[in-house]
């Protein structure tokens, strides 16, 4: 599975969806990133005349909470090479205030499942009393009720390494509002 890149929008999405824009995260952007991306792509059961499933990208928050997604390759250790016990997850929202929280790694043991969930929960917590910057913002970006985007809605694709013990969470939103 090829890594996507958080600067440029990304090909590698779900479908019908654009991407998050966000900036990389500094200063820990600086520092070498040394580990592959950790990449979350929902399975789908095999169409008619298809011997293999087509995994498609991304998971949505709501599907993981209610436990209606199975992730492909779920049962993988994606962070058997760290030598941290916990890695610090950044989200960096358009409009809002960057974040940064701590997930467990399980001493590298955690499954690309249990990870994925924990970033959705990350996420909705965010998502809860997000801080906006104060700045003028696009009000497309927008996160809660109304007509904002739903935290439920979002879907997690990829979580990149920026240096050290730093990562940072690709998301995407269905693109009817853009």
């Known amino acids: 599975m090829a890594r996507t890149s958080l600067y440029l929008p990304g090909v590698h999405g779900p479908t ?28 789908t059961c095999p169409a008619p005349g298809i011997a293999m499933p087509f995994p498609e990208p991304g998971l949505r928050i709501s599907n993981m909470m209610r436990k209606l997604s199975q992730v492909y390759g779920g049962d993988d250790q994606v962070m058997d090479a760290l030598s941290e016990n916990s890695i610090n997850v950044y989200i ?34 965010w998502a809860r009393d997000p801080e906006p ?20 809605n979002i879907f997690v694709t990829e979580l990149v390494h920026r240096g ?10 269905t693109q009817d509002r853009f």
């Open 133 to 152: 910057t104060g700045g003028p913002t696009d009000g497309r970006w927008s996160v809660g009720d109304g007509q904002a985007i739903k935290p439920h």
């Open 164 to 173: 050290g013990s730093s990562w940072q969470v690709e998301m995407w939103v």
């Open 92 to 125: 960096n929202w358009p409009g809002y205030r960057a974040t940064q929280k701590r997930i467990s790694t399980l001493s590298g043991s955690i499954t690309r499942h249990d990870l994925v969930l924990s970033l959705c929960k990350v996420i909705l917590e």
């Open 16 to 43: 019908n969806c654009v991407r998050v824009p966000q900036a990389p995260i500094h200063p820990a952007s600086q520092q070498p990133s040394i580990y592959p991306a950790v990449q979350f792509f929902l399975e």
